[in-house]
């Protein structure tokens, strides 16, 4: 079972429909933070990353108020795009999911002693239903293509009739046309008149002289249509790919928390074969490492993603070849591509050959929001990056990654979370340029930062991939 | 669509019919007043296909009537919107088409015709394609959606429409004459 196919699907889909999305809170104290287009996104692409999360959890690591974290998820709980539940824990509680959690990690076990003293709280843990959101992105653009094309073959319209007569000017349905029928069958009559009724909307276009307007909306739609199949066709593409493939499915909270616990009890420390499988496709030969591309991908938000999409870009050692439109955040990619890339170089490089590239190779979806939008992002992410880079150089050597997080602005959503991925994501763009290129060492290291982290939310996905 | 369906109704019987075929003739009656008939709500009853019950009879003062409450089964026939029908043209016109399932009288307009059809007047008017393949005459056999039903107390009235996949004639009676 392989998440990545479906996190994509989850992504294109996120960035269609989602990305204009404002979650209205109830009191907007400020006019500024009215505006949080874009943060539905971000919500879906930190849950793709995930399993099953404590939503306070997830609010930390996005940066994000709980409050405006839970709107989110309940808006798109109603857009069944995830999976919610509640329950009132007890320290206990927490600590057995934060023990699937750890399980999930490599099978450290360690929990967190702060949670321990958590007292009777209601909590929510949100998970994304891949089956169902299948399901609802292809009704959503089968409902989308049947209302314009039905708009367009004036289908499944009843046609309403009109009397002639400007003193009468009755107005009929078809439903009437049994009564309405002349002798001869020819025609519809008025009741009241005995005229001649017309088609409403022929009159219309005579009379009124909007026949033009009609056929400019003809146009119009037509226009609408193609450009819906042609932004959409990503999406469609993705649909495709995902047909024949089982939707990833984690069940329920507490089977998922039972599953991940089981597995970490039965697979101890050899989880070596486990990771090989759920690393997706990144090229790791059996190394426990798996995680490091969800890992990692938590730093989207930090801005660091970029720089790995473009080394991935650059690589043609992925598993699949993908066409430049489809390389976003979150893009897995191979040990060996990040060791060898010097992120401070590659990067502006990189990206901009990404923009390039996108440009070149698809004309038509250049043209489409996605792209500028895609654009926009990089360009923004890579301006981000490099100052953190410049910032980490400074600070580099053996320091924490930490300190450096914190020091470039605090625009950087995900990065202060101490406790979270994004510190590991940064340690290992570090490692490379602090000389640990050899594939062994390396490994070692981002081992030893997994470890540091408490907080193992991302690796979850490993075991459990291998498990469904 | 077809149901099955458990219907009642109360019977007024002629005092001449008491005796041994009461019964029978009961539910003759209940036949020939049913059968054929419409509802709004159940639609057209098709065919009884049973009774299930003969309540006690009550006589009605004045008259020597008595009402008899049946419980009977019957096939009814409910036309729903976005249901596929398939359906005989009963008349052609200008304006469109008529056509019947059963009990059921369709009227496709013509803007849900396809557009390459065009109307032809004469002794025999339809609708035909440019080509001349295919041809809507009285008799010939559509198959059609309905996209909206009129439902009165006594009658069910449908709109149709043969423009979307699969749909229109389907066999053409005149095409071999
Ligand atoms: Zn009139």
């Known amino acids: 079972m392989s998440l990545e196919p479906f996190n994509r699907l989850v992504k294109l889909a996120a960035r269609a429909f989602y990305d204009d999305v404002t979650i209205k809170g109830d009191n907007q104290p400020k006019a500024g933070r009215g505006d949080n287009r874009g943060m539905a996104v971000i919500v879906l692409d930190a849950l793709t990353r995930r399993q099953w999360v404590r939503e306070e959890d997830l609010a930390k690591a996005l940066k994000l108020h709980s409050k405006q974290l839970r709107r989110t998820l309940r808006f798109f709980e109603e857009e069944k795009l995830v999976t919610r539940e509640h329950r009132k824990e007890s320290a206990k509680g927490a600590k057995i999911f934060n023990a699937a959690m750890a399980a999930t990690a490599d099978g450290q076990q360690g929990t967190k002693e702060g949670d321990e003293k958590m007292k009777m709280h209601m909590h929510s843990y949100c998970c994304l239903d891949y089956a169902q959101i299948y399901d609802v992105v292809r009704y959503r653009m089968h409902r989308m293509k049947k209302k314009i094309k039905d708009e367009l073959d004036n289908r499944n319209t009843i046609q309403e009739y009109i009397c002639p007569n400007s003193s009468c000017g009755r107005r009929y349905s078809a439903f009437d046309v049994l009564q309405l029928m002349s002798m001869d069958g020819e025609s519809f009559l008025c009741e009241n008149c005995k005229a001649e009724l017309t088609e409403s909307e022929k009159l219309a276009a005579e009379e009124l002289g909007d026949g033009d307007d009609r056929k400019r909306r003809h146009e119009k739609l037509k226009d609408m249509l193609r450009k819906m199949e042609e932004q959409l066709k990503p999406l469609v593409t993705q649909l495709n790919r995902v047909k024949d493939l089982p939707a990833p499915e984690f069940g329920t909270l507490l089977a998922w928390e039972a599953r991940a616990h089981a597995a970490a009890q039965a697979t101890g420390d050899s989880n070596a074969n486990d990771s090989s499988k759920s690393s997706q496709g990144q090229g790791y030969t059996g190394t426990p490492m798996p995680f490091l591309g969800e890992t990692r991908v938590e730093v989207a938000l930090s801005g660091l993603e970029a720089k790995e999409e473009i080394e991935h870009d650059t690589k043609p050692t992925s598993l699949k070849v993908l066409p430049p439109w489809m390389i976003k955040q979150g893009m897995n990619l191979t040990k060996e591509q990040r060791g060898e890339v010097n992120p401070q170089t590659k990067m502006e490089q990189g990206s901009s050959s990404v923009d390039d590239k996108k440009l070149n190779l698809d004309n038509e979806d250049e043209k489409s929001l996605q792209d500028e939008y895609l654009k926009a992002y990089y360009a923004a992410l890579v301006k981000r990056q490099e100052e953190q880079e410049a910032s980490q150089r400074a600070q580099q050597k053996t320091e924490l990654p930490e300190g450096v997080s914190e020091t470039p602005s605090e625009r950087q959503v995900g990065m202060k979370s101490k406790r979270e991925d994004g510190n590991d994501e940064i340690e290992w763009e570090e490692d490379p340029s602090i000389g640990n290129s050899g594939a062994e060492p390396y490994r070692l290291a981002d081992l030893n930062v997994e470890a540091d982290a408490s907080d193992h939310e991302d690796e979850e996905d490993d075991i459990d991939w291998e498990e469904g | ?177």
């Open chain 2, 1 to 177: 669509m077809f149901f099955h369906i458990t219907l009642e109704r109360n019977m007024q019987l002629h005092p001449r019919h008491f005796g041994p075929h009461l019964r029978d003739k009961l539910v003759a009656k209940l036949m020939k007043d049913v059968e054929g008939t419409c509802s709004g709500r159940h639609g057209f009853v098709v065919a009884i296909t049973g009774v299930e019950d003969i309540g006690k009879g009550l006589i009605r003062e004045g008259t020597g009537f008595v009402t008899f409450p049946v419980k009977y089964q019957a096939v009814v026939f409910r036309p729903f919107k976005g249901e596929i029908l398939e359906a005989v043209v009963t008349m052609v016109n200008k304006m469109g088409f008529f056509a019947e399932a059963g009990p059921v009288q369709i009227f496709v307009s013509n803007h849900l015709i396809p557009d390459d059809m065009e109307f032809q007047s004469g002794d025999m008017p339809n609708y035909t394609t440019s080509d001349g393949s295919v041809k809507i005459q009285k008799d010939s056999e559509v198959r059609l959606k309905i996209i909206g039903t009129r439902v009165d107390a006594t009658e069910i009235f449908c709109i149709g429409t043969i423009k979307d996949d699969f749909l229109g004639v389907i066999n053409d009676p005149g095409a071999t004459a």
